[in-house]
């Protein structure tokens, strides 16, 4: 069973930066797509970014322009670059495979963005 566990989250003022880290129990990176994830308060887990074995990489419009999505096989680790964060991006964050069924969820990382 792969276990995911994704750090780099934290309370943040508006405008700032944080950069997400996303480590796999074994190397799973070379195999699916990834993608980042957000669930805010009362509201659906929605898909924030994805990045294909080629590197390909999509956004929500939500983010895009701010963040970047990237891999690095060799340490079995998925980030995310998060830039102008605003309050609205406040939520747990998670990463998982896309584009199939999902993976085991980890625990996630909160990010909070406040003033």
């Known amino acids: 069973q792969v276990q995911l566990v994704e750090s780099g989250g934290g309370l943040v003022q508006p405008g700032g930066s944080l950069r997400l880290s996303c480590a796999a129990s074994?190397?799973?990176?070379?195999?699916?797509?990834m993608g980042w994830f957000r669930q805010a308060p009362g509201k659906q887990r929605e898909l924030v970014a994805s990045i294909t074995l080629t590197s390909s990489t999509n956004y929500a419009n939500s983010v895009k322009g701010r963040c970047t999505i990237s891999r690095d096989n060799a340490k079995n680790t998925v980030y995310l670059q998060m830039n102008s964060l605003q309050p609205e991006d406040t939520a747990v964050y998670y990463c998982?495979?896309?584009?199939?069924?999902?993976?085991?969820w980890g625990q996630g990382t909160q990010v909070t963005v406040s003033s």
């Open positions: 998982n495979r896309v584009r199939t069924a999902p993976l085991d």
């Open positions: 074994r190397s799973i990176f070379t195999i699916y797509n």
